[in-house]
């Protein structure tokens, strides 16, 4: 079964500097990797997805995300982070084998300050 | 195009009782899903619909927690009797195609407190 790792719960970055959330996973074959921000009182988004290709994807909000096989780690990167990007963010995984269910990390909290 | 929504946002209620919860997909989307975040910890799968069928209901903690969807739109889940660990956030979401490659919508959430 596959399994999501996000190591840590809360991260606090200055506004204006970069960020990295990290992700690991476990999956036997090619899986495919998600990113979900919850931002407060709202539902999941999708900030982006990998599922075969290039091993750099780009998303929205200008968030990206590499693909490290070796690793078994999927990251979140942002440049310079907005104090809009406050939020929960979510790493997530799904067989690429027929039909399965997508598993959840246990999510990191980012903080923005000023 | 409307969100997922899901209705209350907030119920509070007391163990023994009982709570029904309910998600209205995107209009067209035939896949709909529950899930659950217990305080802090990951969000888990509940089950999974296909129309007004369950593809997938290996998530479901007891058989205290029922999922229908008539008619292939909504869905309820209704919990009976409530428990304490039954507290947390349940998400809906919903999808046009069925798989895990496709994303899936999803909406805010009830937040369900047991006391």
């Known amino acids: 079964a596959q399994s999501v790792t996000q190591p840590d719960i809360h991260i606090t970055v200055s506004e204006g500097a970069s960020l990295e959330l990290r992700c690991n996973y476990s999956y036997g074959a090619t899986p495919y990797l998600f990113w979900y921000v919850q931002s407060p009182g709202q539902g999941l988004q999708l900030l982006l997805k990998?599922?075969?290709?290039?091993?750099l994807v780009q998303g929205i909000k200008g968030f990206e995300a590499e693909f490290k096989r070796s690793q078994s780690s999927f990251n979140l990167r942002k440049p310079s982070v907005h104090w809009s990007d406050a939020a929960e963010y979510f790493c997530a995984v799904g067989a690429s084998g027929g039909y399965q269910k997508v598993t959840f990390g246990t999510g990191t909290k980012l903080q923005v300050i000023p | 195009e409307a969100g997922v929504t899901q209705f209350p946002s907030h119920s509070v209620i007391e163990k023994g009782q009982t709570v029904t919860l309910r998600c209205d997909p995107i209009?067209?989307?035939?896949?709909l899903y529950w899930y659950r975040r217990v305080m802090g910890k990951e969000i888990k799968f509940l089950l999974h619909f296909v129309k007004e069928s369950k593809q997938d209901e290996s998530g479901m903690p007891n058989n205290r927690f029922l999922a229908e969807r008539t008619g292939g739109t909504y869905s309820t889940l209704k919990v009976q009797p409530a428990e304490l660990e039954d507290s947390g956030v349940y998400f809906c979401a919903s999808s046009r195609v069925t798989g895990a490659k496709y994303e899936q919508y999803f909406g805010p959430g009830t937040r369900l407190t047991v006391t």
């Open positions: 990998y599922f075969s290709g290039d091993t």
């Open positions: 209009s067209g989307h035939d896949n």
